[in-house]
């Protein structure tokens, strides 16, 4: 046949005759299908059969003409010409020798899969359409379940009238592709039964913080058009490149979508129908743990053979019960800064007395403010602004001209692959999708603030608030003698902070991960028949859900949160400090009033080690050491050490050790190394007595000022006296750090002291402190200060 191609006779190299599309589906069928990469079959037209369109009808010309003098900013007129232009092909009649190769074509592949007329997708594949430097997605037509000979040809026709969508139109002219140096090939591959199962897409590399170590997966119930266009909230899954390679299973996170509709065959004439999903498919997973390693495992296999970040879309058959790849394509937008030598850093310059009125998923990291304008349709983009923010039930390819003017993206639906995240990353504009009910919640001209600086949720916030935006430039930083580690309270953050210069972790939070991943008190996780209020109980089962089982939602959710800041760092050192939540901090979380009295100074009240061996508390304390092993045994994240906090006498720390050795996590076995918190000063008194019991310490300089000074830090009369340069506290330092060295065991600070002090870092660099962990704003400033302090001739 001179214009058609089955997959087993392309590979890359024809892209320039079948598009990118079309080009990667046979060069996965040719040569990965023996790696255990499953495509389905199929067929394209080549760039020929567009051209013979073109020139049988005499229309290039016509379109030339159209299209001589547009101006895309003009978005109503971008949509009467893309209009014209698409119905003029559409008016043309298929060339007689292309229609009989479409059905001889049709007739082999649906006799090869035992069909009289096969289900087919059938897909346009633009010649430039997904090359590594230009990303097309979504730009011409997707059409599924199509299984009639006359439809078939019908679609194809279609497809090649998407080449000049308004998006497409759009995006040529704008980086310069001339309209008649990109063909069309339409690509018409045998459906697989995901209408009856799941469906995705999955990225070879973070779409937000560019790590190449991350592999993301989106899955859905029902065929996959869903998530692409953004119409659901899909659940969300991240995986390990680096552990997945060793063999262990390397699922960081999970996150469950909504998933509210499923797309499915129809019936009465329709190809496809939109049906809401049941109960108990929006609150389960749509893969299992399994299926997200085995796409994962695939997704590696196909980014090895590329030898570059890879967007793939998977499918799995409900008859196979097997998992497909229906296309890969480069990834065009991270790829492109991954090895990028700086960064912004956008903040809001106060997080005080801020009024949220959505969220959803974070897009980029960027921060926008503007007014809300809300587009219902594309008729009404000519009352769209440059600067408003864009509020969107959804978006699809089409609205990409009205999205570059704006200042920010929200949408009600969609997940982090979806056109709407895609679109807005490219163009480098906030968004915050599947927010849900962003069109109810905000108004027409209300001044609001974007937010995606704030880890994987976004913020959208009351009225036009400050922020700031740091070019920080590490191309020229030189290491330092003294290790410089981060405090990390959000593990969604991990990943862009992890960019940063830095030796390490040396302080994460886990109080912010039972916080946020748990939001509920351990112990009436561990007793949830204790007497809980309905109120408390509801607000605890609805937050566990997928979880039936508390303690296994409690170690999934534990284990993930320190995963992720863990991946973030490896190979390098995470020092996580367990649970340090004072007694009225703990009474507030769900379930809380049961198991806390009300204390008259929580600050050396019963906090720490002291609840860690205690009957009331030491059943929670076991599970936050079991859900640490996972991390380092299941999840091979042997890079995390640990430190207890507010460890009173050697005895105390003793007592929580063996409770520690009990539950499997035992010094010097796979490295593991325990800290205790340098904080009280009976620690630095005793220190020799401490450093019997642990590895090591991390200086706490708030509590072991106020506590040193004898000045409750939270009040504000005596705020005043309150100071960590004053000559005890220093006295404090210089002995911790002495006895340390004279012990040979590690000693490092993660208080604020060097954050906001550089004549504290001055004093402890001088006395040589092993490590100091600071807030990541602070740790270019420091970095300075230090290099300065260990190279007193030279110059940074």
Not at 118 to 137: H, I, K, N, Q, Y
Not at 724 to 739: G, Y
Not at 768 to 776: K, Q, T
């Amino acid at each position: 046949m001179k214009y058609i191609r089955f997959f087993n006779e392309l590979t890359i190299s024809d892209v320039p005759s079948v598009g990118g599309k079309n080009a990667s589906l046979g060069e996965m069928y040719k040569n990965l299908s023996a790696k255990g990469i499953n495509v389905p079959n199929g067929f394209a037209t080549t760039s020929e059969a567009y051209w013979l369109l073109l020139s049988e009808n005499n229309i290039k010309e016509k379109i030339e003409s159209i299209l001589s003098d547009l101006d895309i900013s003009d978005t109503r007129n971008l949509q009467k010409r893309g209009l014209e232009v698409r119905n003029l092909i559409l008016a043309s009649h298929m060339p007689k020798v292309l229609e009989d190769e479409i059905l001889e074509a049709y007739q082999i592949l649906s006799k090869e899969y035992s069909a009289e007329a096969a289900d087919v997708a059938v897909r346009s594949s633009g010649t430039a359409e997904d090359l590594p430097d230009a990303s097309f997605a979504g730009q011409q037509e997707t059409f599924l379940n199509i299984n009639t000979p006359e439809y078939l040809l019908k679609c194809v026709h279609k497809c090649f009238a998407s080449l000049f969508t308004d998006r497409a139109i759009s995006y040529r002219t704008s980086r310069g592709f001339n309209h008649f140096k990109v063909a069309l090939s339409v690509g018409v591959q045998k459906m697989v039964r995901s209408d009856r199962s799941s469906s995705g897409i999955m990225f070879t590399i973070d779409t937000e913080s560019g790590s190449p170590d991350l592999i993301l997966i989106n899955s859905i119930w029902g065929l996959g058009e869903n998530v692409v266009s953004g119409k659901v909230n899909a659940d969300e899954f991240f995986v390990f490149k680096p552990t997945l390679k060793k063999g262990i299973n390397s699922i960081l996170k999970r996150s469950l979508g909504s998933k509210k509709e499923k797309m499915l065959y129809g019936d009465d004439g329709s190809k496809t129908l939109n049906v809401s999903t049941c109960q108990e498919e929006q609150n389960s997973f749509s893969i299992n743990d399994e299926e997200v390693m085995e796409l994962a495992k695939q997704a590696v296999i196909i980014e090895d053979h590329y030898k570059r970040p890879m967007d793939i879309e998977w499918a799995k058959d409900a008859d196979e019960n097997k998992l497909y790849i229906v296309q890969a394509r480069p990834e065009t937008v991270k790829s492109k800064d991954s090895h990028a030598l700086g960064m912004q850093k956008y903040a809001l310059s106060s997080t005080e007395n801020l009024k949220v009125l959505t969220k959803g998923r974070a897009v980029g990291d960027k921060i926008g403010a503007g007014e809300v304008k809300i587009i219902r349709n594309t008729s009404e983009f000519s009352t769209f602004n440059k600067g408003d923010i864009l509020v969107a039930d959804t978006t699809n390819p089409d609205w990409e001209p009205v999205m570059k003017k704006a200042s920010a993206v929200v949408t009600n639906r969609g997940s982090r692959t979806c056109h709407a995240a895609i679109v807005a990353r490219e163009i480098g504009v906030p968004a915050v999708v599947g927010c849900v009910d962003a069109t109810e919640m905000l108004n027409n001209g209300q001044s609001v603030t974007v937010s995606c600086a704030q880890g994987d949720e976004g913020f959208i916030y009351d009225g036009i608030l400050e922020f700031t935006m740091q070019n920080i430039n590490f191309e020229h930083l030189r290491s330092t003698n003294t290790k410089l580690f981060m405090n990390i309270g959000n593990p969604a953050e991990a990943f862009n902070l992890a960019k940063m210069p830095n030796d390490g972790v040396g302080l994460a939070r886990m109080e912010f991960i039972i916080n946020n991943y748990i939001n509920a008190h351990p112990m009436a996780l561990v007793d949830m028949d204790k007497g809980l209020n309905v109120k408390d109980e509801e607000q605890i089962r609805s937050f566990m859900v997928p979880h039936a089982d508390t303690k296994e939602f409690f170690l999934q959710k534990i284990s993930e949160g320190v995963g992720m800041i863990a991946a973030a760092f490896y190979p390098r050192p995470v020092i996580i400090r367990t649970s340090d939540f004072k007694s009225n901090e703990y009474r507030n979380m769900p379930g809380g009033e049961v198991y806390e009295a009300e204390e008259e100074n929580p600050m050396i009240g019963f906090r720490g080690a002291s609840r860690y061996y205690d009957k009331s508390y030491q059943k929670a304390f076991e599970w936050e050491c079991e859900a640490l092993k996972r991390v380092r045994e299941e999840m091979g994240f042997t890079n995390i050490k640990i430190m207890l906090p507010f460890v009173r006498t050697p005895l105390e720390g003793k007592k929580v050790v063996e409770i520690m050795n009990a539950k499997g996590l035992v010094q010097g076995v796979d490295a593991l190394e325990i800290y205790a918190m340098c904080e009280i000063p009976a620690n630095v008194l005793l220190a020799d007595k401490f450093l019997e019991v642990f590895d090591g310490f991390s200086i706490g300089s708030n509590d072991l000022t106020q506590l040193t000074l004898g000045v409750d830090r939270e009040s504000a009369k005596i705020a005043h006296i309150f100071d960590e340069r004053d000559e005890a506290v220093l006295k404090m330092l210089e002995m911790a750090i002495t006895a340390c060295k004279k012990a040979n065991k590690y000693i490092g600070i993660c208080g604020q002291a060097p954050s906001d002090y550089p004549e504290i870092t001055k004093f402890l660099v001088e006395h040589g402190i092993d490590s100091i962990s600071l807030n990541p704003d602070s740790l270019f400033k420091m970095h300075k200060v230090i290099i300065e302090l260990e190279n007193p001739q030279k110059e940074e």
